[in-house]
């Protein structure tokens, strides 16, 4: 099974910038969507951002929009997740998941992606934002 492994994180002030990296142990088919979702201490999950295996489906949650980027290298075997503008409530453990058979149903559709839809996760990167 692959394996993902996640970079990137770190600690910044308000407003800066931060590139998160989520490599896969080997390749992956092209059928593979792709999931960041984050955990603030003390809280539930929550998703993040998804991008499907073609890029034609992109995800963001309500909190992240237009200062989260996601994209996918498939030569690298690689998902990003360019997180600009930070505030110190995106601090959280930030951990990508992937779906070998594609996004969960509904997504095209605009169903909310969850942690529980993927079965492959990384084992996090801690994002730190000061205020």
């Known amino acids: 099974q692959v394996q993902l492994v996640e970079s990137g994180g770190g600690s910044v002030q308000a407003g800066g910038s931060l590139r998160l990296s989520c490599a896969a142990s080997?390749?992956?088919?092209?059928?593979?969507?792709w999931f960041w979702f984050r955990q603030p201490p003390g809280k539930e999950r929550e998703g993040v951002a998804l991008?499907?295996?073609?890029?034609?489906?992109?995800y963001y949650a309500d909190s992240v929009k237009g200062r989260f980027t996601i994209s996918q290298d498939n030569a690298k075997k690689t998902v990003y997740l360019q997180l600009n503008s930070l505030k110190p409530e995106d601090s959280a453990i930030y951990y990508c998941?992937?779906?070998?058979?594609?996004?969960?149903?509904?997504?095209?559709?605009?169903?909310?992606?969850?942690?529980?839809?993927?079965?492959?996760w990384g084992q996090g990167t801690q994002v730190t934002v000061s205020s």
């Open positions: 080997t390749a992956t088919s092209s059928t593979y969507c």
């Open positions: 991008i499907s295996p073609g890029s034609d489906i992109i």
């Open positions: 998941a992937a779906r070998p058979l594609g996004c969960p149903i509904g997504t095209s559709r605009g169903r909310r992606p969850t942690p529980t839809d993927f079965g492959v």
